[in-house]
């Protein structure tokens, strides 16, 4: 059995997003199949959120069309839950990243922009996962390749693979970047993302609702999408220099 897990990137004032699922190769092949049926029915090219929630492009005429919009997104959530083991993600918030992370030469070496934070323990999260799931192969990553912080994170990525020790525990296989246009599983990271985004961004301006769409897909379909604030964020700066056992 071999997984492959597909990310995207959402981003707001408050918060950076990286989220995407996660499945073996039969299943990807399957929803590849059911997507397409999908978009086809519907009459679009894609699944891109900010084209749907903003009636952009293909869904320019379904403005007055709820019915319409609320199928379409219950057909994609159907879909994910059949042919998708996990969505995984991380969201990093801007304001405390910019308040830990980033003034530490140390750590942002590393974690050199919010993005690659996101995006790196994104690929940590899935291999955790794994790790629950008694998986004992490497994980093949495949990122959207449209953000412009993308040399930093394959910086990150390098590096940690010259630890083969560290590589194999966090199930770290190949990293590649494709166009969600020709690349369909992308779109359903696409559309996890910018729900978790969404929903946090809502909540740091007072909108205390989940939406429709976010809510069904929690209840349908295996989550594990976490949320870094400063609090977190603070602590990886202090374990990371943290002096070593048996250091002065």
């Keep these: 059995m071999i997984l492959t897990a597909y990310f995207d990137e959402s981003t707001s004032d408050r918060a ?14 399957a929803f590849e199949q059911d997507w397409a049926k999908f978009l086809a029915k519907f009459g679009v090219n894609a699944l891109h ?3 749907f929630a903003h009636f952009k492009k293909d869904f320019e005429s379904w403005r007055f069309d709820e019915a319409k919009r609320i199928q379409f997104l219950s057909r994609a959530i159907e879909i994910i839950r059949r042919r998708c083991d996990v969505c995984v993600g991380m969201l990093i918030d801007r304001q405390g ?15 050199q922009n919010e ?18 799931c008694a998986y004992q192969g490497s994980i093949d990553f495949v990122f959207d390749r449209g953000n412009p912080a ?11 693979c010259k630890i083969p020790k560290e590589r194999a525990t ?8 494709a166009d969600d246009k020709e690349v369909t599983p992308l779109q359903a990271a696409d559309f996890v993302a910018y ?23 929690f209840q349908q379909v295996n989550i594990d999408v976490r ?3 400063e609090k977190n964020m603070a602590k990886l700066v202090a374990s990371c220099n943290a002096p070593m056992e048996g250091e002065d």
């Excluded at 978790?196 to 740091?204: E, M, N, Q, R």
Aim: with cysteine.
């Design 16 to 29: 950076s997003v990286v989220a995407g699922v996660m499945s073996t190769a039969q299943k990807w092949k």
């Design 49 to 51: 959120m900010k084209e």
């Design 97 to 111: 990243f910019s308040k830990t992370i980033a003034p530490d030469a140390s750590v942002s070496a590393f974690y």
């Design 115 to 132: 993005y690659t934070a996101a995006a790196f323990m994104s690929m940590l999260l899935a291999g955790k996962w794994a790790d629950r």
């Design 150 to 160: 993308r040399k930093q994170f394959e910086e990150a990525y390098d590096n940690v």
């Design 170 to 177: 966090s199930h770290i296989g190949a990293l590649s970047f």
């Design 195 to 217: 729900e978790v985004c969404k929903v946090y961004t809502d909540l740091h301006l007072n909108k205390k609702r989940i939406r429709g769409s976010l809510r069904s897909l």
């Design 227 to 229: 949320v870094s604030v």
